[in-house]
Each structure stands twice: as structure tokens, then as C-alpha cells.
């Protein structure tokens, strides 16, 4: 009996042993569980940045509507996109910037600095017509001039390029999906835009808002509704972009025919067409790859056809182009551009000039702030350099088009940029804040190399496995059996 004791006792020591063994090992797989967690989240990359640049795309959509100059609006915006570029700039390479996105901007900086600079007088003269000259008419007046006839506001203006040049450069920096991560803080600027504009509308059709912000508001939160309408049909690709790829049809549809009936509201006659346009230029464009089928196609072509009908109600009621309208703003810039075709007059200037040019009888109480052309009033304010500077972009524009056909965002923001330069011919929509950033923002989508980089590595994985697929029905031949 007492054997049978001790074997019993021995036995349970040995079951405890067993079990606080099982427990360490326990507590160990955990611990290890714990540190490989730990580390990978060390490892992963810090979204800090992506959260920096949503918040400035965000607060400019929401303050950066206004079109005059000197708002304190503007120069909010221009402090928080300079200095938020400027922390991630200063961080280690996460993405390569294309040289000749670098070649281009600096060129342009390189034009504010010309005009900017103090020449001999005598360099301009035949360059530019006497009273834009300015001779001096006092005793001991420096012989030396600006090529910009208002550098003050010249200034001005490179500073706001420069805020949208660094914007755009901070985002190129990102990863592709951080990229793709400021879609929501887009979304959340259109929607907060869109509420606002169906307040307005509900209430009556001449809303009028003022003491809010330095400019009144008269469209969502613009002064302006035809840009308003600008950012609206910019939205459009993404919507549908969201509803073919990223699994949200219904929520797609819908905002789709809020984005379409705002627009009919703001009624503003170019960005009514141009939103009709865009609309049935992305369902064709995006929709080649994805998973939506020939009826939902149809359905949308459906719903534009209904849309086009109320579409032209709209624009039937008003004039096209009144005598005192874009036609004449048009003819006046020309004038001025011939005769400041090499150095042009100055950014910013555009006000200022167009007055000397302007008619007599073309003379009333309302008086032109801009050609409503924007690269008459570029190339009026910049010259040929200018001219040039554009033609370079639209070559990299269109040379992008031929690598982005495999990344459905990148094709989507591709089509905003292009309707976006359009309605610039009939409109300044880049000169509001708030359509710049955004301009910036999805030509920083299109000229994103991580996105190429990663259709890259998806396509070597596809065909890595067809490979590995292929492989598995080769017979495997038989080892020659000894004899």
C-alpha cells in the first residue's frame, strides 16, 4: 500500500508538472504572439500623414470658395498646404517624384521670378505698349522696371501656386493607398458643399449668405455657382468609380442623381452640360472593367437621357452669350495678348489691363475681374514662356493617359482633370482655392507612380500563378525503374 501511495503521489506531481509546463508554453506562444503583432504594427508606416494632407483638402473645400483677392481665407489655406508639405517633404522618400513634374514646376517659379525681377527699362521698350511702361516722369526716377505691372498681387499669386504646387508634391509622396485614403475627406468637402446647397435651394433660388466667411456665399459654400458646379461635376467620376469598383451601386446611384440635381439648381449652364457629359463619358470609361452589367448601363444612359430633357429646359430660358459677354471678354484679351505676347503684363494684372483695352461702349457699372478663359488671361498675364509652360503640361497630361489604363482611379481622376480644363475654357475655376487643391490633388492621382509600381506587382503575381497552375498539369515522368 504504501508503494501504491507513492506511485500515486508521483503521479500527480507529474500531472501539476505537466500542466504548468503546458502553461509556460502557453504563456510563451502568447508573449511571442504579442512581440510579432508589436512589430509589425513598428513596422507598418505612419498614417499621420494622410490624415495632414485630408484635414487641408477638407478645410479648403470648406472655406476656400471665394474668388476676390486678399481673403484671409485664402492665406488660412496657403500657411496649412505649405507647412503640412513641408513635414512630410522633409521625411524620408516613400515614393519617386517624376523629373519632369519637378522640371515643370520649377519652370513656372522660375517665370514668377522673371516678373519679379527688376530690368533696364529700356529691355521692355518695344516689348510693350508706352502707358504699360510707366516712363518715369520725376527728376531722378529709377530707370529700372518690373516686368509685372502689379507685383504686389503678382506675389500673390505665387504664393497660392506655390501652396497648390507643395500640396500636390506632398501627395506624391504617399503611398498609393494613402493616396486612395483622401478620397473620404474629398467626399466629406462635396457632401458638406451639397448640404449646404440644398438648405439654400429649399429655402428659395436667390440664397444669399453672409458674415459666415469673408465672401458671401451663394452656391454650397462658393461665391461662385458656376464653381460650384465645378466641383460638383469633378465629384462625378469618383462617384461612379465608387459604385462600379468599390462595391457601393446603391450609394453610388444615389449620389450620383443628388450630384445631377444640384447641378440643375446651381443652373449653371456649363456645368450643367459638362456634368451631363462627364456622367456618360465615365459610365463608358469605367465600366469596361468592372463587374456591372449591360442592364445597369443602360439604366444610367436612361436616367441621362430623362436628365438632358430638364438639362435643356434650363439652358433654353437664358441667353447663351449676351453682347456684353464672353465673346467680347475673348476679343479684348487677344488684343491685349498682341501686344504683350513676349513678356506678358504680370499675374494678377489681368484687371488692371483690361481697362486700357477695353471699348468705350463696352463701359458699365459692372466691370470684368477675369477673361472668363483662362488661358486667354494666362497667356495675357504671362506671355509666351506661359504658353509654353501649358503646352508642356497637356503633352505630360496626355502621356500619362496611355499608362493609367489599368488603374480605374487613376482613369477616373484623369477624366476630372479634362472636364476640368475644359470648363476653364468658358470660366477661371483654378483661381478658387478650393478647386485647386482639388486640381492638385488629382493630378497628384494621375502622375502617382506607386500605382503603376503596384499593377506591376499584381500582374507578376497572376502570372506567377498561371505559371505555378500551368506546372501542376505537366506529367512528372517517372523514374527509371532498375532493371
Not at 176 to 196: D, S, T, Y
Not at 462 to 473: E, Y
Amino acid at each position: 500500500m504504501p508503494d501504491a501511495v507513492a506511485e500515486t503521489g508521483n503521479g500527480g506531481d507529474r500531472r501539476e508538472l505537466a500542466v504548468s509546463i503546458c502553461r509556460d508554453v502557453g504563456h510563451a506562444q502568447i508573449e511571442h504572439r504579442e512581440n510579432i503583432v508589436v512589430r509589425e504594427r513598428s513596422r507598418r508606416p505612419a498614417e499621420w500623414d494622410k490624415y495632414l494632407l485630408g484635414s487641408v483638402l477638407f478645410l479648403c473645400l470648406l472655406i476656400g470658395g471665394g474668388t476676390a483677392s486678399g481673403l484671409y481665407t485664402e492665406t488660412l489655406i496657403e500657411i496649412a498646404a505649405i507647412v503640412a508639405a513641408a513635414v512630410i517633404l522633409s521625411r524620408p522618400a516613400q515614393q519617386a517624384i517624376p523629373r519632369a513634374i519637378l522640371w515643370l514646376l520649377a519652370l513656372v517659379v522660375a517665370v514668377f521670378c522673371f516678373q519679379l525681377m527688376p530690368l533696364p527699362a529700356t529691355l521692355l521698350e518695344g516689348l510693350r505698349p508706352g502707358v504699360l511702361l510707366a516712363d518715369p516722369w520725376l527728376d531722378g526716377a529709377t530707370p529700372w522696371r518690373f516686368v509685372s505691372v502689379g507685383v504686389g498681387r503678382t506675389i500673390e499669386c505665387m504664393l497660392y501656386f506655390i501652396a497648390a504646387a507643395a500640396f500636390f508634391l506632398g501627395v506624391l509622396r504617399l503611398r498609393a493607398e494613402q493616396v486612395h485614403g483622401l478620397l473620404p475627406f474629398f467626399f466629406m468637402g462635396v457632401i458638406c458643399n451639397g448640404l449646404a446647397a440644398a438648405i439654400q435651394y429649399s429655402l428659395s433660388d436667390t440664397v444669399a449668405i453672409e458674415g459666415l466667411l469673408p465672401f458671401t456665399i451663394n452656391a454650397g459654400l462658393f461665391a461662385n455657382q458656376n464653381h460650384f458646379s465645378a466641383l460638383l461635376f469633378v465629384s462625378i467620376p469618383f462617384v461612379v468609380y465608387y459604385g462600379l469598383f468599390r462595391g457601393h451601386l446603391l450609394s453610388g446611384a444615389l449620389g450620383l442623381v443628388t450630384l445631377l440635381l444640384l447641378l440643375l439648381a446651381a443652373g449653371s449652364r456649363a456645368g450643367i452640360l459638362i456634368g451631363l457629359a462627364i456622367t456618360a463619358i465615365s459610365v463608358v470609361f469605367l465600366s469596361a472593367r468592372s463587374k456591372v452589367g449591360g442592364y445597369g448601363i443602360l439604366a444610367v444612359f436612361i436616367g441621362l437621357s430623362i436628365y438632358t430633357i430638364g438639362a435643356w429646359a434650363k439652358i433654353d430660358v437664358k441667353v447663351v452669350d449676351p453682347e456684353f459677354g464672353r465673346a467680347e471678354f475673348a476679343r479684348t484679351t487677344i488684343e491685349g495678348i498682341e501686344q504683350n505676347w513676349a513678356t506678358g503684363v504680370g499675374f494678377g494684372s489681368f484687371q488692371k489691363v483690361y481697362q486700357i483695352y477695353e471699348k468705350g461702349s463696352m463701359i458699365f457699372k459692372s466691370y470684368v475681374n477675369h477673361a472668363h478663359n483662362d488661358y486667354l488671361e494666362l497667356v495675357l498675364e504671362g506671355g509666351a514662356p506661359v504658353a509654353l509652360l501649358m503646352v508642356a503640361y497637356a503633352v505630360l497630361l496626355s502621356a500619362s493617359s496611355f499608362r493609367i489604363r489599368g488603374e480605374p482611379l487613376q482613369k477616373a481622376a484623369f477624366l476630372s482633370i479634362s472636364f476640368l480644363l475644359v470648363h476653364s475654357l468658358v470660366d477661371y475655376p483654378l483661381r478658387t482655392a478650393a478647386l485647386a487643391m482639388t486640381f492638385a490633388y488629382l493630378n497628384a492621382i494621375v502622375f502617382h507612380s506607386g500605382f503603376a509600381n503596384r499593377l506591376n506587382q499584381r500582374n507578376e503575381m497572376a502570372r506567377a500563378s498561371r505559371h505555378d497552375d500551368d506546372n501542376l498539369l505537366v506529367p512528372v515522368r517517372a523514374s527509371a525503374s532498375p532493371r
